[in-house]
Every structure is written in C-alpha cells, then in structure tokens.
C-alpha cells in the first residue's frame, strides 16, 4: 500500500479540509512529518487508519471523538484517503457518527456513520470518483481487508507504527507472531493441509470402528459366534430345506384332488338349485293366467271404442257449433241496443254546442286586442334580459374572485408543506447507511431464531424417540434374558432326556456309540417330563426372533443418539449466534427486523424522493406568483361587473312605466295571448266534434240491425246438422255391441294402455313358454343323481389346505432364514475384505496426520514448522540492518529450545549478544537498543512479505517517534538503514519533533498549529 492523497475535514487538529498530497514527494523515499507536541503530527496516520478500518492508529479513539473542536457546527467530519496497491487505484471515504446544524430550519440533527470504497485505476481526474467496489462501514472495512491482505492491528504492527506500539512486534509471545504472520504470509494453506490430513485419519478411524460395529451387529443379529459357527448352520438349514420341499410338493398334489373333488360336488348342487328355481317360476306364471283373460276381454272393448272414436268427436264438435251461434244472436241483440243509445246522446251533444255561438265570437275579439302589446312588451324583455346577463356577469366575477383568493392561499399552504417535506426528507435520508447494517443484523436473528424454534421441535421428537428406543431395547434384554435361561433349562432337560433314549439301547459288553466303552457304569436316567424337539425348537426360535428384534432396536437406538447429539449441536451453535437474542420470541425479532426493514425503506424513498421534492418547490414556488397575479386580475373583473349592473338596471325602470303590471314579467303577454287563442280554438273544436258524432252513432245503428239477422239465420242451420249426425251415431252405437253414449264412454282407453296391454299380454305368453323348457331341462338334468355332500367336500379341501399352507409356512421360514445366513456370510466375508484395505490406508494416512499435527520428535506442526522458517528468513533479513545499526553487537534468533517446542511454541525471539557471547530475552535491551532491533525488524518483515507474495504490498511504513531515544551514532546508523531504503522504492515516513532529523532528512511535512487549527505545508 503507497498513499497517494489524504484530505481531512474537521478531524483532529485539522479543523478545515486539509489535503495531503504524497505525489509532492517525488522520488524521494523518505520523508519526516515534523512539528511541535500537540500539532496534529500522528493525526495524519489516525486518518489512514480510520479511512482504511474506521479507527484510530493508537486504538484509543474512535472516530466520533475525532471531530475537531475548532470545527463550526454545521460542518461534518470525514476523511478521503487515495491509495496504491500494485498498479490500482482507490479511493475510500468515511464520515464517523456526528451530531451536525439541520440544513432547513433549527436544531442539530444526527448524521450515521457512512463509508464508500471506489477504484480509480487510470482516471486522470482527482475529482472523479470512479467504479464503486463498496459502501456501507462494515462492508468498506471487509473490503479493504481483502484487499490488503491484513487487519487492523496487523496494519499497526508492520505499516503504521505508533507510539507506544513501536516494540510490539518485538516483544510479542509466541502465539501473538503467529498471529501477524500468518495473516501476512496467508499460510492457511498449510493449517488446511494440517486439518486435511487431521480429518482424513478420523475419518479411516471412524469408517473402521463402523465397520467393526457392523461385525458385531451381523453376529449378534445371526446368533453365532463367529462367520465359521454360521457356515456350520447354514448347511444342516439347506439340507433339512429339501427334505421339506419334497413333503411340500406330496401335499400340493393332495391339495389339487380335493379342490378338483369340491368344485364338481358344487356343480351338481347348483344343477339341483336351478331345477327348485325353474318349477317356482313356472307355478307362478300359471297362477296369473285368469287375470291376463280379463285384461285380454278389457283390450277388444278398448279397440272397439277406438274404431268410433273420430265419429264422436265429430259429433261433439257440431254441439260446440251451435253453442257459438247461441253467443253470436245474443251478443248482436245487445250490440243493437247499445247503438241506439250511443246516438241518442250524441245528437243531444251536438244540439247543445250550437247554443254557444256567443262564447266563440267573444274569444276571438280577445285575441285581436293581445296582439297589439307585442311591441312593447319585446323591448321590456329585452331590458330584462341586458339586465340578467350583466347580474350573472358579476356573479361570476365574485365567484372569481373568491376561487382566485383561495387558490393563492391553497398554493401557499401547498409550498409550506413541500418545504416541511424536505426537512423530513432530509432527516430520514441520512440514516439509509446505519439502518442497512441493522436491517442485515436483524433478518439474521430472525432466521437464526427460526432455525432454533424449528430444531427444538425436532430435538423433542429425537429425544422422544431416543427414550422409548431406550425403553424399547432395556425391556427387550430383559425378555431376551427370561428366553435364554427357558431355552437353556430346556435345553439341558432334552439332552437328558436324548441320553437316557440312547442308554436304554445299550448292552453289556457293547461299545457306547457315544463314547466307544463297553463298560456302562451309570447310564443316564431321563426324567418323566423330557421335553419334544418340536418344543425346543419353538424356544430356539422364540429366543432367535428376540435377538433379531434386540439387534434392530439397538441399531435404531444408536442411530437416535447421533441424531440427538446432531441436533443439540446446531441448536447450541444457534444459541451462541443469537446470544442473548435467544431469550426472546420470533414475533418479537420478527417485529424489530420488520420495523427496521420498512424504516429502512423509509429512508431510501425519502432519499429518492428528495431531488423531486426539490423541483417540486420550484414549480410551486412559480405557481403561487401566478395565483397572486390571477386574483389582482379578478378583482379588475368583479369592479367592472358591478358597474354594469347599475346601468342594465336603470333601463328596466325606464321601460317597465310603458307596460301594464300584469304584462312586464317576462312571457306574461305570450301566456296571456297563448290562452285566449286556445280558448277560441277549443270552442270550436267542440262544436265540430259534436256534429261528427252524431252522424258516426247513425252509422253504427244500422250496422247493428243486419249483424243481428246474420247472426238468427247461422243459429238455425247449424241445429238442423246436429239432429242428422246424432241419429246416425246411434246406429253405429248399436251395431258395435254400445248399449249407448255412456256404455261407449267406459269402454275407451287411451293408445298407450292399449299398446301397454298388448305387450304385457305378449310378453306373458313368451315367459310362459320359457318357463316350461326351463323347467323341463333342469329335471332332465339331475334325473336318476343323488344329491351331493358339499359341507363333506369342503372340509376336506380345508384340511388339505391346511396341512399344506403349514408346510409352506415352515419351508418360507427356512428359506428365509438359509438367505439371511447367506447374506450374512456374504457380508462378514465383504466387511473382512474392507476391514484390510482400511488398515492399510490407515498405516500410511495416519502416520502422516500425526506428523502433520505435532506428533513428531520436534513436537512442531507442520504449519508452525513453515511459520518458523518463514520467521527464520526474517531474522535473517533483519539481521542484515541490525548487526550494521549495532556497530555488529545483535542479531535477533528464533528460540529453538526443546522445552519450548510443541504446538504454542517455536516463534519466540532472543537477542545474541556478539560482545557477551549470551543470548538473552528482547526485553532486556535498553530503549535505543529496543528501537533499533524493532525498526530492522519491521523492515525485515517488510522485505520478506513482498517478496514472497505479491498479493500483500507493503510498500510504505510510518514511525511515530522513537528516534529521541537514540544516541548521535545509532541515530545515523538508523538513519542510514532507512536511507538505504530508497533504492528498494519502499516509502518511509517518520514523526518526530527531534530537531537532529529536521537537519538530516530533506523532504518534510511540516505540521503549522494556529489558534483555529493545524495547516499542513511541504518542503522538498
């Protein structure tokens, strides 16, 4: 890292913006900041430590309490640093937390902490800002950690060296260097390496305890000893599995003869059943013969009925005839009078309209007279109208005027709010950054508590089913116990009881076929009770289903334990995330996290919301001076129509004297006039109206009369028909067998009964039919058979059933159990296989995790062994510098004593006293002598880091003051050792107020206080 520039306002001493520009330094590559105690000398590298990490270089203020005092409240403090690093370019800028004036208004406001990152790679404007690499404080400080390669307190113990903190490299403990260097010479491949191998041996170790476990379950869960013991039952299970399978197949034969047996007695049965069926069905169809007669008589009757249908209707319809001519002479008759009537009163009408002939001719005299007011009336109108127009005028004009008041005043209002809404956008824009990183934070606990609440529902049902699994398998041993102690005792009475079968073959003289000795002292005596083998093995059997279930529960209690433990580990690394966030509830963090989400929100819409809120005001600003313009307008406009209103009103009154009162309102002449021509009108359309009624009631009389003589003659006709057609229907009446109407009446059926009767009647003889050859074959079928035993025929198929689903059952269970002892062989011979290969591996991984992991006669691991070579090339270039500084009296040594060895040891440093011959600890040195092994150690590790990664520049190292410590000749030893810098292009800076350097070094950054402040100025 090489700086570039740094600007600081209102920081520390520097209460303005004061600009640091590096470049002034030219080639030069060591330079002396230089000025009195209290000037602002280490002000500078607290900017670059608060610029690049948000803290100072001594770690004993932050960045709040670097405001300056000089400042004036409405200036806010930030820093911008440019920088370096290889061939880029950044800029990053900070501003701490900070109370400055509100921009609108009174009071102060608090302004967030804020940071930006930028690269600026080959912009040759200083003002340019460049790509953004990052905001946000939290995420700029990860940023610049990245890409510099170290943290804070490594950036003070190898570029930035304050006061005070000068020797810390030095007098560091083991652990602490390890620290430093590991971050600087980014060695976690090696601690990787080191946990690679670590894991990698764990892993072997675990896969064959795994594998030594499933031995061990396979052997229990077979009930055997060893793979030998179960390759001996394997074999006697296979052959008592033909044995079996030959009495399996002689039983499934006996099986098929009796189910062949069961199906022919169950046809016989069902040819019996079919004959009972077909003799009920044919005796019920011939006890419903004498109802189908009737219903055949009932259908002739029907059908007869139906043939002199139509004449009836015919019939029926000259009855309707002559009743429609009755109506017709009857409604002619009362249409005659109500005729005679009508023109009686309509000639008495008309008589009475001729009466009036002196209202008409007074009607049209008051016409005449009402058209000679037209004139006058139509200029008092007209008057009337002027008038009206400018009244309305001047109502719109107030109207105007009073919408033009309060349209100025609405855009008053309106411009005061906008700028009130500025001020709050203002205020709430400013806590965007602050407000991000919190958002962040909470979503986190949010979903680490989710995560919680949902494992401590999962941890309760690991944990049940853990404790009855335990239950499960303790219960289990105990019945498996009470088995093994039964099958043993019974066990033991079976021997017995086999040995006192085989001593009651024996013979005197004979050999034992047991022991081969003729001589038989105590042959063994069973006891009465001697148990079955059919027994002992159903106790073996029950004791193997036992030991079966027992190696299943214990396997799954197993696999319950590493699920718990699994659990509580998540569920406790949760906990130590969430901390005392922990305690509280979901809704609650939920709640926070939402309220700071939408505040968040908030403050990004007023942020955006802010430049339009700007133009906002603009165009308001101009709207109201249109509104105050607009109502001076419409006051001129509401002046002018009052004026004309009294003009319009005075030509009213002069022209209303020439007009009767009853004819000035407007349209009061026109009204007058309108009725004294409708009342003219009326009347004679009264007479003319009478005159035409009573001719229309003439007329109407003598159309009356010949309706009536139509309407007698049609009535006399139509009853002559109806006499002859009645006359005839009788004697078709007769002829069909009717005694009359009625008879022919209760005969009819509609079609549909009398198709339905048809078909039923058809259908009946075809069921009958049917029936008889049904049951004519069903008894030919069983003539001469007796009827069968099926109740006999189905007990013996489920016998036979029976006996073979036994043997089948037990042939299953040997299968399966011959299958489980193969598979079982099979994977004892495949674990066997797996076991070898494991160790092997194991041989050579393992060894290589132990020496990787200090288990090595250095007792060093294998990434400490790297750090001390690394710290070794240090000290060696160190040494270079320190042996020329201590006129070749020290050398700094890394400790290598045994006792120190192991995993915390290895990285202290002793001084070798060249004039003493001792080596002895760094802090025995004196305060120059101190300094000096520091400086060249700092140096040294500078030399080594750039050199052996280019991914961690230091190209640059400050030391704040120690120089006051040296005496003449290490101080110009020092100075050359620095001096000698320059031709590596590595940048020195040094802060001191000793004047000896201000002699020696040429290029100075001199620090000017005033009583408003410190100033900066170069001299190169």
Known sequence: MRPLTITMTAFGSYAGTEKVDFGRLGDRALFLIHGPTGAGKTTILDAMCFALFGRTSGAERDGRQMRSDYVEPSVATEVTFDFALGAEVYRVRRAPEQEVLKRRGTGTTKLPPAATLWKRTGLADGEAEGAVVASDWRRVTEALEGLLGFKYEQFRQVVVLPQGEFRRLLLADSAEREKI????????LYRRIEEYFKQAAKGVEEAARELALRREWLLQESAAESAAELTVRLAGDTARLLALTAETAEARRKLQTAQEGLAAARRLEEQFAERERTEAALSGLVAQAAAMEARRAELAGANQAALLAGAYESLAGRRREEERAAADLAAAEAALAGALAAKEGAEAAYAAERQREAERQ???????????????????????????????????????????????????????????????????????????????????????????????????????????????????????????????????????????LLARELAPGEACPVCGSPHHPAPARGAADMPETAALEAEQARVRRLEDELTGRRRALTEAAQALGEVTARGNKLKELLGERAKESGESLREAADGLAAELERSRAAAADLARREQEILLLEKEAGEREKALRDAETAFMEAQAAVREAKALLAEREKAVPAGFRAPGSLEAAMEQAVARRDKLA???????????????????????????????????????????????????????????????????????????????????????????ERAAAAVEGLGRPDVAGAEAFAATSGEVCDNLLSEQTRLQEGVRKQEAWLKELDRLAAETAAMEEEYAVLGRLAQVANGQNQQRVSFHRFVLQALLDEVTGVANARLKKMSRGRYALRRMDDPIHRGKAGGLDIEIEDAWTGVARHAATLSGGETFLASLALALGLADVVQGFSGGVHLDTIFVDEGFGTLDPEALDMAMQALVELQTGGRLVGIISHVPELKERIEARLEIVPTDRGSTTRWSV
């Open 181 to 188: 260097l590991a971050t600087l010479f980014r060695t976690e």
């Open 362 to 500: 007074a009607a049209e005299a008051a016409v005449a007279e009402l058209a000679g007011m037209g004139d006058k009336c139509a200029r008092l109108n007209e008057a009337v109208a002027v008038c009206a127009r400018t009244e309305e005028t001047a109502a719109a004009a107030a109207v105007g005027h009073e919408a033009a008041k309060a349209a100025r005043e609405a855009a008053a209002g309106r411009l005061g709010a906008a700028r009130e809404e500025r001020e709050r956008l203002l205020a709430e824009a400013y806590k965007a950054p602050a407000l991000e990183g919190a958002v962040k934070e909470a979503e986190q606990f949010v979903a680490n508590h989710e995560q919680l609440t949902a494992m401590r529902g999962e941890w309760q049902a690991v944990s049940r089913r853990h404790a009855a699994l335990a239950d499960g398998v303790a219960g289990l041993e105990k019945e498996l116990a009470v088995a093994r102690d039964d099958y043993g005792r019974l066990e033991i009475r079976w021997r017995q009881g086999q040995a006192a």
């Open 685 to 775: 359309a009264s007479l003319e109206k009478a005159r035409t009624a009573a001719e229309e009631a003439g007329r109407r009389v003598a159309a009356a009369k010949a309706a009536r003589a139509a309407a007698g003659e049609a009535l006399a006709a139509v009853g002559s028909k109806l006499g002859e057609e009645r006359e005839k229907l009788a004697l078709r009446f007769a002829a069909a067998g009717f005694a009359g109407e009625e008879d022919f009446l209760a005969a009819g059926r509609p079609d549909e009964w009398r198709r339905a009767a048809e078909d039923d009647l058809a259908g009946y003889g075809r069921e009958l039919a049917v029936a008889r050859d049904r049951a």
